[in-house]
């Protein structure tokens, strides 16, 4: 497994924007696919995108498309997800995971980092 580190989240008013960062110290992601996924309270965590490994964007959340864009930065080994048009319905603990392929099931991935919270108040 692959400790992963997710960083950037925050208190942000409605219709900000924040830029979360997943990172894999010691560990080259370039081969792996990677996931974002977000928890609220009291709901199932959930998939809101994923990369493969191959840079190919496999899906996005419905109710993220044309505000959130995932990303990956090889020369900095890290995975970006840009919020825009956050709303209160986006709060919520944001998870990145790393496997071999891209999926919106959480049980199909092996490594996940500690989550960062995102919180959309005004």
């Known amino acids: 497994q692959v400790q992963l580190v997710e960083s950037g989240g925050g208190l942000v008013q409605p219709g900000g924007s924040l830029r979360l960062s997943c990172a894999a110290p010691?560990?080259?992601?370039?081969?792996?696919?990677i996931g974002w996924f977000r928890q609220a309270p009291g709901k199932e965590r959930e998939g809101v995108s994923c990369i493969s490994s191959r840079d190919v964007i496999t899906y996005y959340l419905d109710s993220v498309k044309g505000r959130f864009t995932i990303s990956r930065d090889n020369a900095k080994n890290t995975i970006y997800l840009q919020m825009n048009s956050l709303q209160p319905e986006d709060t919520a603990v944001y998870y990145c995971?790393?496997?071999?392929?891209?999926?919106?099931?959480?049980?199909?991935?092996?490594?996940w980092g500690q989550g960062t919270q995102v919180t959309v108040s005004s």
């Open positions: 995971a790393a496997d071999l392929l891209c999926s919106d099931n959480v049980d199909s991935f092996a490594s």
């Open positions: 010691g560990f080259t992601l370039r081969y792996s696919a």
